[in-house]
Each structure stands twice: as structure tokens, then as C-alpha cells.
């Protein structure tokens, strides 16, 4: 783990020290950086030696909103129901069936449906999914994550009838005569989904094994996991895959108060989980306790994030808000004086101004120097919540890639010209000096920090029109909001982030600089190697691979009607 490069274009985002051309990482921490004389003279038994023939490195990438685990189980274990593979229903239908014939599972199960790119323009039904199988449970996860759909044995077996009551928090979708129709939203999910079990230590492992070979190929070298659950089998299969270099990526690992308040009751799950003696920061370099993950509202596609304003599509929905706003700000006050960061996903501004009511409350009544409160998504958050957010010192992390994959969609179909326009308004949070972050959301879209900066520096949308171009902000920004900023979003930004002397040797080498290409060409950028902890964990010319494979696979020669519908 000792490395030294030199004739490099580095961009340290170091205000002390903006750019370099040589950088020595000693035992996974930088050592120097400067120019070339800095190593010239150093001789260290096993020192790797790279000349970068002046190629740019800036700092190792931070996804801070992802889920490696969830992606890495889901596609060793399921069908890719996404478009691509699919254009119709009935596509998915033969696939699924080959899939099932092909394996002996007692569930089907697939993921990735979108019903907004299929070419059918609707939800799955439990009708569609008998095709299937009618003897076996075939269930479906929506590419939000927020809906799943099951067929008529699935149903059966959950016990789902025209007599069954919404959960707390979901909704069972029904005809007009009050049958279910095989879809589920928010909690109302977990009633089929429990039917597929929980995947077990060796399975996570392989999941994370897979989802760390795609996340190094991409630059990245910490993830925050917001979605793995505060249970046992999670934290264990990140500490046995990265003891064991399965999985090298850097982890910041949320507890999920959903599963937490499901276990224990919603009152309950925070003082239990502060009995632990788990607290934001525990834990090591590698693998860090962090987040109290709680969802407040669903997807914006699927109708279910909460808008105070009804959808453009369907003008008397509203979503749904998830947690009652005293339940919110209890468990806010509970995590605040526990010693857990606390974020809350929000996509709809309803859900944002529900969130902002709780942290104020907590805030208020238990001032605190360094809380970093952050919103997840923060998709549709209007001016006056972004004022908000400025004065209570609340962090975001951002998913811009809505504004490329579902841009189109939102400003036509789901949120209408004037909320749609503004989706993820970066320029807006920058000018306020909010902390922010942007994130894949993976497995919602592909994990690709650079083109989340290409996104961020131009917002066209896939259809290749601007979307609100008074929200781009400028190349440095954006990658911050990869590297330092996002880093800052889990209390790291003295050991991450930036290269800079004393902080951990995690870098990645660039075909081109991002600040001094054209910026309709950032998206081009390969990732030429991942460095993390002064070791190379991915070069491209043995390895081989684009950081665009994934991009690429879901964007097929489509037109943008069938895009937009």
C-alpha cells in the first residue's frame, strides 16, 4: 500500500495546495503531494511506481446514497424487469417464465419494473403475473423501489383479500369492485415481499462482491448504504466481504428505521437501537455505523412521493406520507440526543416540509453545533424550503440523475412545466451555502459519479433538452458534490475527499480533466484506475470495461416519444 505518482494533473480540491504532479501515499495515507521532487530521492522497499503521463486524478469518488447490497442480492437472484431488457409486458412475461423454468426457487421474483418506459404505460397486475406461474409466488419490485406487484398465489399466500386493510403507511391498490389488483405501494409492499425471505450472510457477500467489482470500475471508493437495514446479516457481510477484499469500497452504513420501528415498534426502535451502543462514527476506516434512515414518502413516478400540489397526471393524488408528524419528531428528538445522524428521504415537498418541521422541532428544543440533518432525494424542495433548510443548517443529498432519466417524464407527465423545470436545483442549495451531496440511488439508476457531474453541469435531460438550466452549477461544484461535499456528509471530510497530507490515499486517475474539458464532454471521461488506501483496486487497460457499460445497457436506440410517451 505504498504508492507514489508522478506527471499528473491533479486536482486536489485543496485550497492550500489546488493542483499538483506528483502525490506519495505511505501505508494508505498520503505522505506528500507537490511536484515531482517530492518523490524523486524516496526509496521504500515495495513502493509502486506510476508515471501518469499526464493524466488527471482528483480525489476518490463518494456515492452518498446507495444500496451495493440490495443490487448485488437482487441481481444474483432475480430478473430484470427494467426497459431494456423489455419493451412490453408481454416481453417481460417470456422472461420471466424462462427464468422460471430455469430455476427451481420456490419465489419468482423480479425487479426494475418502470411503467412509465414500458411500452404498455401501466402497472403490472396480479392477471399479468399468473401468466407467469400459477403455482408458484412471482413477485415484482418497481424501479423506485417504493412498489412491488404479485400474482394471484402470492396474494394468497400473504393472505391479501377484498377484505384486507391498507397498512399504516402503504396502500393495497384496488378495482372498482374492491379486489386487489396485485400492486402494492410503501409498506403495503412488505406483505408479498416478506414472502421471499431474507437473503443470508454468504448470499449478501456474493451481492457485495459483485456490486464492488461495478462501483470500483466507476471511481467510486466510499458508499453510504442507506438501505441494507440495521440488522446483523448486513453489518456482517460488510465486515466479512471487506476483510476479506470481496468488497473494498469504503462503507458509511444507515439503520433502517422502518425495519427498526417494525421490530420493535416506532417508539421503541431508537432507544433499542441506542442500547447497542451504535452511534454515528463507530466503527473503523473501512466500515462506519452512520445514518437513522427514515422514509417519509415514496417515488415521484410511482404517485407516491408526498406534493402539497396534486400530480400533473392525476390531479386529485397527493402521494403519501409515510410516518404520522408526531411519530417524525419524536424518533428525530430520540436519534438527535442518541448520537445518530438523521436522514430523512423526501421527494415530495409535502414530505420536505414535514421533514423540516421535525428537525426544527429537534433542533430547537436540543441546539447542536454539528447535527448534519440531511433530506435524501430532496427532489421537488421549493425556494422557501431551501431558505429553510440554510437557516437550520440542513444538508441534502441530491438525486440529480432524475433530471437526466426521468427529466422528460417529470416535466411532462408526473410534476408538470413549473415543478418539473426545477427537480434537484443544485444552484439553488450552492448559492445558499447548503452542504450537499448527489447520488445514484443504485440500483434506481446506474452508479456513474461522472456522469452525475455531466449531469449537473448541463441538466439535459434523455430526450436531449435543458431541464431548468438556471440550476446547473459549475464543473468544480459538481465535483465536490462527489468527493469533499459528499464526504462531509458522513463527517469525513478530515480524512476524505480531498488529497491532501495525513488524509487516506483514495484517488482515481482520468483520461481528461473534467474542469478544463468542453462540459458536454464530461460524460466522455474514462476512469483509467481506483486507488483506495494507496492500492490500485481497478485499472481499465488490464481489466479491461467502460464506467458506461451500465449507462449504455439502459439506454437502447429508443425514440423520445417512446421515452416520454
Not at 391479501?160 to 402494492?184: A, H, L, M, W
Request: aromatic content about 6%; hydrophobic content about 35%; proline content about 4%.
Amino acid at each position: 500500500m505504498h504508492l507514489a505518482i508522478k506527471n499528473a494533473n491533479i486536482i486536489t480540491l485543496d485550497e492550500n495546495i489546488p493542483r499538483a504532479s506528483a502525490i506519495l501515499i505511505l501505508n494508505g495515507t498520503i505522505a506528500a503531494i507537490g511536484d515531482d521532487s517530492i518523490i524523486e530521492s524516496v526509496a521504500i522497499p515495495n513502493l509502486v511506481h506510476i508515471d501518469a503521463a499526464g493524466k488527471t486524478i482528483v480525489p476518490g469518488f463518494v456515492e452518498s446514497h446507495t444500496h451495493p447490497l440490495m443490487t448485488g442480492v437482487r441481481m444474483n437472484s432475480g430478473v430484470n424487469c427494467g426497459t431494456p431488457p423489455s419493451r412490453t409486458i408481454t416481453d417481460l412475461i417470456t422472461l420471466m417464465r424462462e427464468f422460471a423454468e430455469s430455476k427451481n426457487s420456490e419465489v419468482i421474483q423480479g425487479h426494475s419494473y418502470d411503467d412509465s418506459l414500458i411500452q404498455d404505460n401501466r402497472h403490472l397486475t396480479r392477471f399479468d403475473l399468473d401468466e407467469v406461474s400459477t403455482t408458484r409466488p412471482v413477485i415484482v419490485t418497481h424501479i423506485s423501489g417504493h412498489l412491488a406487484y404479485g400474482n394471484s398465489v402470492a396474494l394468497k399466500m400473504a393472505g391479501v383479500t377484498s377484505d384486507s386493510s391498507d397498512p399504516d403507511g402503504g396502500v393495497i391498490d384496488r378495482n372498482e369492485n374492491g379486489d386487489p389488483t396485485g400492486v402494492f405501494y410503501e409498506s403495503a409492499t412488505r406483505l408479498i415481499l416478506r414472502l421471499a425471505g431474507s437473503p443470508n450472510v454468504n448470499e449478501c457477500v456474493a451481492g457485495l462482491e459483485w456490486a464492488g467489482k461495478r462501483l470500483v470500475q466507476t471511481g467510486v471508493t466510499t458508499i453510504h448504504d442507506v438501505g441494507s437495514g440495521h440488522h446483523e446479516t448486513s453489518f456482517r457481510a460488510y465486515d466479512l466481504a471487506g476483510k476479506s477484499g470481496k468488497f473494498p469500497v469504503r462503507t458509511y452504513l444507515a439503520a433502517s428505521y422502518g425495519g427498526l420501528a417494525g421490530r420493535y415498534g416506532e417508539l421503541e426502535a431508537v432507544p433499542t437501537l441506542a442500547r447497542t451502543g451504535l452511534a454515528t462514527g463507530f466503527g473503523s476506516e473501512q466500515l462506519k455505523a452512520g445514518i437513522l434512515k427514515i422514509v417519509h414518502d415514496g417515488s415521484l413516478q410511482g404517485h407516491s412521493g408526498a406534493l402539497t400540489e396534486g400530480y400533473h397526471d392525476h390531479d386529485t393524488e397527493t402521494g403519501i406520507q409515510i410516518w404520522s408528524q408526531e411519530t417524525l419528531n419524536e424518533v428525530t428528538e430520540q436519534a438527535l440526543l442518541a448520537g445518530w445522524q438523521v436522514g430523512t428521504h423526501g421527494n415530495g415537498d409535502r414530505a420536505i416540509d414535514s421533514i423540516l418541521d421535525a428537525y426544527g422541532r429537534a433542533l430547537e428544543r436540543h441546539p447542536t453545533q454539528d447535527h448534519r440533518f440531511r433530506i435524501e432525494h430532496c427532489q421537488t424542495v421549493r425556494e422557501d424550503q431551501l431558505d429553510r433548510m440554510a437557516e437550520l443548517d440542513i444538508a441534502a443529498s441530491f438525486f440529480n440523475l432524475h433530471v437526466y432519466y426521468w427529466g422528460d417524464r417529470h416535466r411532462d407527465r408526473f410534476l408538470g412545466p413549473n415543478r418539473g423545470e426545477r427537480i434537484s436545483p443544485l444552484k439553488g442549495a450552492l448559492d445558499r451555502g447548503i452542504l450537499f451531496g448527489c447520488h445514484s440511488d443504485w440500483w434506481v439508476t446506474p452508479v456513474d459519479p461522472l456522469f452525475n457531474i455531466h449531469v449537473a453541469v448541463n441538466r439535459q435531460t434523455r430526450g436531449g433538452e435543458k431541464l431548468g438550466p438556471e440550476f446547473v452549477i459549475d464543473p468544480e461544484a459538481a465535483l465536490r458534490s462527489m468527493t469533499l461535499d459528499a464526504a462531509a456528509l458522513g463527517f469525513e471530510e478530515k480524512i476524505k475527499g480531498s488529497l491532501s497530507v495525513g488524509k487516506l490515499g483514495d484517488l482515481v486517475v482520468l483520461s481528461d480533466d473534467p474542469l478544463a474539458i468542453n462540459p458536454a464532454n464530461i460524460d466522455q471521461i474514462e476512469i483509467e484506475q481506483t486507488v483506495i488506501n494507496g492500492e490500485i483496486v481497478y485499472d481499465r487497460e488490464i481489466e479491461g470495461g467502460s464506467r458506461k457499460d451500465e449507462r449504455n445497457a439502459r439506454n437502447p436506440d429508443l425514440d423520445t416519444s417512446f421515452i416520454s410517451h
